[in-house]
């Protein structure tokens, strides 16, 4: 048996070992995935200790991701431009590999749901740690452009100048939105408090998309208020199984099929 983790703090909630032993079971891989407490002023430690006692990889969350990818000996392309890791791999050699998968986990997502990101106007709210982490493989998809909307703009210029390299970026407030857009992806963290950022009315093009990192049992108000002006809407739980995925196979060289995984997962919300 292989072990593997998520650590966070807190960490009770988390649906990670619920959709890990669901992909092994689908796979017939023979590991163990905990959910840990990594105690708040020493994550280096507790990575140190799992893998002094068999640990093989694991999954990182809030609040832990930037302390993460400070302790990694090697990282992936997208986890360096994230500043942050979401998944550790323990290499035969003792070396610690760091990635993140958050944004690959997007992607797949968007793309599982018929949205095609080449030449697509994106909009995404928020310029936060969860945001930063995506914008590689969002850029990498090649749409038209990007804006980066944020209720403090100064966050969201300095990001879109960071991936200016990448695409067609631009980066300001929530007052020099202006549409339309065929994807507009909330990665704020307003949902959480029931906060809606003040947008124009007109932000959405023709058979649009809208876009939830969030997700719940009842969708978010960003969602119900993108249903209203006519656009798709989708939430979160599927960036959470693709992000899983994407982490399980940089372990175990498999790929799960994560259909079946969603919607199990959906039912239990
Ligand atoms: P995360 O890791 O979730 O990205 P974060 O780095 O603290 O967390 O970023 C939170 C994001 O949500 C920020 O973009 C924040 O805006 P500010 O940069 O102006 O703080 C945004 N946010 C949080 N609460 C919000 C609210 N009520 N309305 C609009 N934006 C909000």
């Known amino acids: 048996t292989d072990r593997y983790c998520v650590f966070g703090n807190p960490i009770?909630?988390?649906?990670?070992?619920?959709?890990?032993?669901?992909?092994?079971?689908?796979?017939?891989?023979?590991?163990?995935?905990?959910?840990?407490?990594?105690?708040?002023?020493?994550?280096?430690?507790?990575?140190?200790?799992?893998?002094?006692?068999?640990?093989r990889g694991a999954n990182v969350t809030v609040p832990f991701k930037e302390e993460a990818f400070r302790l990694c000996d090697v990282l992936s392309q997208r986890a360096r431009r994230a500043g942050a890791v979401n998944t550790l791999v323990l290499g035969k050699n003792g070396l610690t590999y760091g990635d993140t998968t958050d944004g690959i986990g997007l992607v797949r997502d968007l793309e599982r749901h018929g949205m095609a990101l080449a030449e697509a106007r994106i909009l995404i709210l928020g310029a936060g740690g969860a945001v930063r982490g995506v914008l590689e493989p969002l850029l990498a998809a090649g749409p038209a452009s990007l804006m980066i909307a944020n209720r403090t703009a100064s966050k969201a210029e300095a990001l879109a100048a960071d991936f200016g390299d990448m695409g067609t970026t631009r980066g300001g407030g929530f007052d020099a939105v202006a549409g339309p857009f065929d994807l507009v992806i909330n990665g704020t963290s307003a949902s959480l408090a029931g906060d809606l950022p003040p947008l124009p009315d007109d932000l959405f093009a023709a058979g649009a998309t809208a876009y939830d990192m969030m997700y719940g049992a009842e969708p978010t108000v960003f969602l119900r208020w993108a249903d209203e002006r006519g656009a798709c809407t989708v939430d979160g739980l599927g960036m959470l199984v693709e992000q899983a995925a994407e982490s399980f196979f940089q372990w175990r060289g498999r790929r799960p099929d994560t259909g079946p995984v969603l919607e199990a997962l959906r039912q239990s919300l």
């Open 12 to 55: 009770s909630h988390s649906k990670s070992p619920v959709i890990h032993a669901a992909f092994a079971e689908q796979t017939g891989d023979d590991i163990e995935y905990a959910a840990i407490a990594a105690p708040l002023d020493d994550f280096a430690g507790a990575w140190r200790g799992f893998t002094a006692e068999g640990g």
